[in-house]
């Protein structure tokens, strides 16, 4: 996949094994299928600026690209720390690429510390080349210094290709404060290794300060422009990643942006929240752009406030969305079942994170499914999706807003914190005015008329919302009756569950069976859900070559699920769910058959479909591999 | 439907609603409770204000004064515990034109909805709120709440409640941007109407503490005050409540105070031998959040759209050659 043409020595002694394309000599480009590359910094030093420009204008030349934003736990952890790492990491692919991918290939770290985290943590690929700011050698603190040194001696050591970099020093030759331009010099560099186009990355320069005045634009691009000149002249090695040239305009954005747009998208005009790692940005964004098309963003005191408050604002007759991650989800537990006891037509977005209490803020987990679908006491029943890429991110919060006022549902949408830092382009939509939310209706209620005049066949009934002459009735989490008068009547209750219960059937009629990935039977099926659908089918696709006959399903609709489901589970020897969720390993000691706790969407296909569903899945609270896939589905295949 | 829009007035101006039009049910509360004081004064507002049905919404949380909407024929949202509040901002923010109220308890606002409370004086959202406050939780039967008094026997405290109690007043004249704070009784209705009638006139959010007896738990609580009308303190000003002499003739006991005057509020608010009864403070001045907060454009479809491609031209990446044209 990869290859690395050294035509001079590298500081390394020792570069890593080789497969040319190219000639060597001179400075030929090695030709890649595709490369994994990665900016570090201390935060605050620009690299996720440098790193969101490469991977703009590695898509604009027509590459694929997955970007991953490099996030530390803290905003201003101590400069030079292990755990302070920020920066991006961009997989660019000659065709499109659905996921983060396997480890680095190539990394340009502003000084080593934020570099041993990545190496620690297992991100870097064997023989990995390391570009690496050389300030620190002769830093006056010798500590830092010895550091350094240190650092730098055990990474050649341990076989990484690594060149040092005098970042620093070559920006003070074009600059006064050196620490604001090293991530465009950086650039420069990466837009040369990667023979990119300079004239689109000095047009991305422009667009990136858009804003700033032109000075700043013109010494960035200068910055841009002798990192170009520095990398040319003083590395041994070039690289092309072939591109297949887009046709269509495509939109750049992570996941939160995307709900965001989403939200815009689907006509609502209130968003009420409250401040949570990693769903705030998507809040964030919706502030900048909400007002600009009549919106609102609430900022409630708190989660359940601002859970209240987009429900009061729905039951008024304009549906509402309401974003949040884990623990704030946990405290809109009951008011979601307020909208479903009420019939309130709610949006509910959960970018999960790691969990359970406050858990892994910045890191991805898919831990929220079983406390999504039964979360609430009582028997809730909500729907649930779960967007399995950026543009699903986008058109999903449409049809929620859709469905939660068709079937005066909450509807939640399961993202995760790895769809939320991630970008990758997607076809720009073509707007639809179906998308929009119609205008509140406000027609007379026909006499005798109820608010919860429950079709005995869907459990539909008519919205009754404030401004309509005649439905005046008072909504009530109490059980009531089809006038909405508070019943304990036993029938009455039952009536009322039941019908609460049909319209999540009814919405299951309108459902299309979900699409196999690979053949329609074999000796494997992989299941998943949400974040994990490039990686799985990239799995899948890599064994399918190989010979293996594994396919794979991935689900949209977690509740109501879809038809076709069982009918597809059994054309194959064995299922098996891919999930970011734990499941006890059955090669612990005193896991068996009896005690073993499943994943959370194998429990759910065992119990519904009453297949033996199998599960694997990682927790470690990074968006899981296509190799660590392919190793556990290999797994699954022997025995 | 296609009406002149003469004929539309006429109509509007022949349609005298009763009473009975806004009443729903019969309600369930205790006789000699509070809240049927409460329910008849707000009923009367409606009809005297002819309060369009279906324009008005009554909110409420849990316990018994929640059951308030269903006594309503309005539209009503009887929601969750503590929660009244933030649920008739939502509505007020979606729908400015609706007549919002709130029907709270003392547990319900004081206690497990107290951050709401708080924030809610905050927003200042033009809702006006009634704090039925009978000093004890009624529909569990009988636990202490934050307003009952120190030593109050109780359920959960049946040694007496262990800490004073919280003084809804202070509490909520303490807070930024609060803008009408009211107290009336349960046991003068003429006062309980004129109050109620004021707090619906003032813009922003009015909050109502109603002293409200209960006669199931706590049935002598208020005697003291009742048997004695030397000490209910009428506060009355020119630019606020003014009272009949019928009522000044029972109650002697009167301070002229400008509902302008902050600290003079306090103090009021503050006595522990007297209940006051009046406006104890209103500024008209402060400005509402769904003002603040709502543009009041017209949102076609058009304009969502411009929006919203304006948004895609930020983040759309051209074809290579399609050219900078295309992005402008």
């Given at each position: 996949m990869d290859a690395m043409t050294p035509a001079a020595q590298p500081t390394s002694a020792r570069p890593a094994e080789s497969r040319a394309d190219a000639a060597l000599g001179g400075k030929a480009a090695t030709t890649l299928k595709e490369h994994i590359v990665e900016i570090i910094s201390d935060?605050?030093?620009g690299a996720q600026r440098c790193g969101q420009s490469l991977g703009s204008i590695a898509a604009r030349m027509g590459n694929g690209i997955w970007t991953t934003e490099i996030i530390p736990a803290e905003i201003r952890p101590p400069a030079r720390s292990v755990a302070g790492a920020s920066g991006n990491r961009i997989r660019i692919g000659a065709g499109p690429v659905t996921n983060g991918g396997d480890e680095t290939d190539l990394v340009i770290a502003f000084n080593e510390q934020v570099l041993l985290g990545r190496v620690r943590g297992n991100q870097l690929k064997p023989g990995c080349t390391i570009l690496l700011e050389s300030m620190w050698r002769s830093s006056p603190d010798a500590k830092v210094a010895a550091s350094y040194i240190d650092t730098h001696d055990r990474l050649v050591k341990a076989g990484y290709r690594v060149y040092e970099v005098p970042l620093e020093a070559e920006c003070r030759r074009h600059v006064s404060d050196p620490r604001q331009g090293k991530n465009m010099f950086a650039l420069g560099m990466l837009c040369s290794i990667y023979s990119l186009d300079l004239q689109v990355a000095r047009e991305q320069v422009a667009l990136t300060f858009g804003k700033k005045d032109r000075g700043v634009i013109e010494q960035n691009v200068r910055l841009l422009e002798e990192g170009f000149k520095w990398a040319e002249a003083g590395l041994d090695f070039k690289y092309r990643i072939p591109a297949l040239r887009n046709t269509q305009p495509q939109i750049v954005v992570n996941g939160n942006t995307a709900l965001a747009l989403g939200a815009l998208a689907s006509g609502m005009e209130v968003c009420a929240m409250y401040p949570i790692t990693p769903a705030t940005s998507a809040s964030h964004y919706l502030s900048d752009v909400f007002e600009k098309v009549g919106g609102v963003v609430h900022q409630a005191e708190d989660e359940i406030a601002a859970c209240a408050f987009a429900i009061g604002a729905s039951y008024a007759g304009k549906c509402t969305v309401t974003i949040t991650s884990g623990p704030g989800y946990s405290l809109k537990q009951e008011a979601i079942g307020l909208a479903v006891m009420g019939e309130i037509p709610l949006v509910v977005v959960n970018v999960q994170r790691g969990g359970p209490s406050t858990g892994q803020p910045t890191k991805v987990e898919q831990g929220d499914l079983l406390t999504t679908l039964f979360g609430s006491h009582g028997d809730a029943p909500k729907v649930v999706m779960a967007p399995a890429t950026i543009e699903d991110c986008f058109y999903s919060v449409i049809t929620a807003r859709k469905i939660a006022e068709t079937f005066n549902m909450v509807v939640v949408i399961l993202s995760d914190a790895g769809l939320a830092t991630s970008q990758t382009p997607f076809p720009r939509p073509h707007f639809q005015e179906s998308w929009l939310a119609p205008p509140i209706d406000q027609s007379e209620v026909p006499e005798g008329a109820l608010p919860y005049a429950w079709n005995p066949s869907t459990g539909l009934a008519r919205r009754f919302i404030p401004g309509q002459p005649g439905g005046m009735h008072t909504v009530t989490g109490l059980a009531h009756d089809s006038a909405s008068h508070v019943a304990y009547d036993p029938e009455i209750n039952e009536a009322g569950i039941r019908a609460r219960s049909l319209k999540l059937a009814a919405l299951q009629k309108t459902l299309r069976p979900p699409p196999l990935f690979g053949d329609a039977e074999g000796d494997l099926l992989i299941v998943g859900w949400g974040s994990t659908k490039g990686t799985i089918e990239e799995a899948v696709g890599a064994l399918r070559e190989e010979g293996h006959k594994v396919s794979s399903m991935h689900l949209q609709f977690l509740q109501p699920m879809p038809p076709g489901i069982k009918e597809a589970m059994q054309r194959f020897r064995k299922v098996m769910t891919v999930e970011g969720n734990w499941c006890d390993r059955p090669e612990d000691e005193i896991i068996d058959e009896t005690n073993r706790r499943y994943s959370a969407l194998a429990m759910l296909l065992r119990a519904r479909y009453l297949i033996d569903v199998d599960c694997w899945s990682e927790?470690?609270?990074?968006?899981?591999k296509p190799s660590v896939v392919i190793r556990a589905i290999r797994a699954r295949l022997q025995h | 439907m296609n009406m002149a829009a003469t004929e539309c007035l006429l109509q509007l101006y022949e349609e005298r609603l009763q009473l009975e039009d806004y009443q729903s049910g019969?309600?369930?509360?205790?006789?000699?409770?509070g809240d049927n004081a409460i329910l008849a004064a707000v009923q009367r507002l409606c009809r005297d204000e002819g309060l369009r049905p279906e324009q008005t919404v009554f909110v409420s949380g849990i316990g018994c004064s929640s059951r308030f909407p269903h006594y309503m024929k309005t539209y009503g949202f009887h929601g969750i515990h503590g929660r009244a509040l933030p649920i008739a901002e939502g509505v007020k923010m979606a729908r400015p034109d609706l007549t919002v109220f709130v029907n709270t308890g003392d547990g319900d606002c004081c206690s497990i909805g107290a951050a709401h409370w708080i924030h809610a004086l905050r927003y200042n959202m033009n809702i006006t709120l009634f704090l039925h406050d009978n000093q004890i939780y009624g529909l569990t039967k009988k636990q202490v709440s934050p307003t009952s008094p120190i030593g109050t026997r109780s359920n959960t405290t049946p040694r007496g409640a262990y800490l004073e109690a919280l003084n809804p007043l202070t509490v909520t004249l303490g807070v930024q941007n609060v803008s009408f704070v009211a107290q009336a009784v349960d046991w003068i209705p003429e006062l309980l109407y004129d109050i109620v009638k004021a707090a619906y006139h003032h813009k922003g959010l009015s909050f109502v503490r109603i002293v409200q007896r209960c006669p199931e738990w706590l049935p002598k609580l208020m005697d003291p005050w009742m048997h004695d009308p030397q000490k209910v303190q009428l506060v009355h000003h020119e630019r606020a409540l003014r009272i009949s002499p019928a009522i000044a003739k029972v109650y002697k006991n009167h301070v002229e105070h400008d509902p302008l005057n902050m600290d003079r509020a306090r103090e009021i608010a503050s006595s522990t031998d007297v209940v006051p009864v009046g406006i104890l403070y209103q500024n008209p001045c402060v400005p509402c959040y769904e003002d603040i907060r709502r543009s009041g454009g017209l949102r076609s479809a058009d304009y969502v759209r411009r929006g919203l491609e304006g948004e895609f031209d930020k983040f759309t990446v051209w074809p290579e050659g399609a050219g900078e044209q295309q992005a402008a």
């Open positions: 935060s605050g030093e927790v470690k609270g990074q968006p899981i | 019969v309600p369930r509360w205790c006789s000699g409770c």
